[in-house]
């Protein structure tokens, strides 16, 4: 770990832990950890901690192992899934038709925030942004919401 990552692995625990009223001794009992162990890692002590610690204590605070391996860098964004495997995944019961839905909608929100220049024109002017003029072409005096104003 980095020593940011492992701040932020400190912080995320301490957050998560003070949100559930839980000292170190009851995370410790929980998640059948020595003590010692999760004080040393909430200090910042392991610079390299078992995954299995990691994994019972987050199991106790609410954190799936994802969560924890990105945070200390383990997994990266590239070793995720792409949201609609997600949502395959984790949704199967629901139809294809309703994964695409929110995976467009998905893409119109992340679409809005993902302009290097902080520039968020509005999907009138289309001729801004190749992926609004695909999507929307001239679309002035239209309803039409813009992906660009939450």
Known sequence: MTPEQTVELINF???????LHLSVNEVARRANVD????????????AKPHAESLIAIGNVL????????????????DDLPSFGTYL??????????VIRHVEHHFTEIMHAYSHSTGDRHSAA????????????????????????EP
């Open 88 to 97: 395959h995944a984790k949704y199967a019961h629901l139809p294809d038709a």
């Open 125 to 148: 002017e289309p001729e801004h942004c190749p992926w609004c003029a695909n999507h929307y072409g001239h679309v002035a005096n239209s309803t039409m919401e813009s992906p660009h």
């Open 62 to 77: 609410g954190i799936n192992a994802m969560q924890l391996f990105t945070t200390v860098g383990w997994l990266t964004a």
């Open 35 to 46: 003590v010692g162990t999760v004080w040393r890692i909430e200090q910042g002590k392991i």
């Open 13 to 19: 625990l301490k957050k998560k832990r003070n949100e």
